[in-house]
Structure formats: structure tokens, C-alpha cells
């Protein structure tokens, strides 16, 4: 069965930079689309940015264009999401997911159209 296994969320202060780690496992992604979603505290869960295993193409959330990165190391089969100029609203707890690819969808934004979940890693930004 596939399992998704985050790590990397710690405190950090404002300005600060930080990447998370997803571990992959189950079976072969080369057919999925990988996403962080994320969601703080009283509000819904959000989308931060996906990316198409094999394909490489990319899409992000406006409020974390030009500072967060996804990315993926198919060798260990591992996602990323480096983050960059910390903002006090990033705070949350960020998931990453696994769905599979649908060309008549895309990268979804969705949180619907990933089946797969980790378990969250916290992220405090302090100010």
C-alpha cells in the first residue's frame, strides 16, 4: 500500500527558510501527481504546489509563488518543498499527497484528486 511520510517541520523564525521532506513508498509514481497541501489553524486545508512525477511540470499557490519550490528526487523517491522568506502566515501543518495524473485535470489544486496522504508535519514561522 502507498505510504507518505513528511518530515522537516520545525519553528523557525520570519525571513528563515526550510525544507520538507515527503518519503514516498508502495509502488512506482512516474503516473502521479505530488502536492503540499497545508492547513493552519481555523482554516480550511489549502494547496501550496504540485508537481508531475515524471513529466517535472509545476504549479504553486499565488501566495507562495517565487518563494516556495517543489521538487522531487525520483531516485529516493522523495518529495520536497523548500521554502524560503518565512512568512508568520505560513505557519500550519503541511501534508504532502499522491493522485494519480489526469491529463484532462492537471496539476489539481484540489484536494479531492490526491488519494494518498501523509500524516503532517507542523510548521511554525515566529515573527
Known amino acids: 500500500q502507498v505510504q507518505m511520510v513528511e518530515s522537516g517541520g520545525v519553528l523557525v523564525q520570519a525571513g528563515g527558510s526550510l525544507r520538507l521532506s515527503c518519503a514516498a513508498s508502495?509502488?512506482?509514481?512516474?503516473?502521479?501527481?505530488m502536492g503540499w497541501f497545508r492547513q493552519a489553524p481555523g482554516k480550511e486545508r489549502e494547496f501550496v504546489a504540485a508537481?508531475?512525477?515524471?513529466?517535472?511540470?509545476?504549479r504553486y499557490a499565488d501566495a507562495v509563488k517565487g518563494r516556495f519550490t517543489i521538487s522531487r528526487d525520483s531516485a529516493k523517491n522523495t518529495v520536497y518543498l523548500q521554502m524560503n522568506s518565512l512568512k508568520p502566515e505560513d505557519t500550519a501543518v503541511y501534508y504532502c499527497?499522491?493522485?494519480?495524473?489526469?491529463?484532462?485535470?492537471?496539476?489539481?489544486?484540489?484536494?479531492?484528486?490526491?488519494?494518498?496522504w501523509g500524516q503532517g508535519t507542523q510548521v511554525t514561522v515566529s515573527s
Open positions: 499527497a499522491a493522485g494519480l495524473f489526469r491529463f484532462s485535470v492537471g496539476l489539481s489544486s484540489r484536494s479531492n484528486e490526491y488519494d494518498f
Open positions: 508502495g509502488r512506482t509514481f512516474s503516473r502521479y501527481a
Open positions: 508537481v508531475h512525477w515524471s513529466i517535472g511540470s509545476t
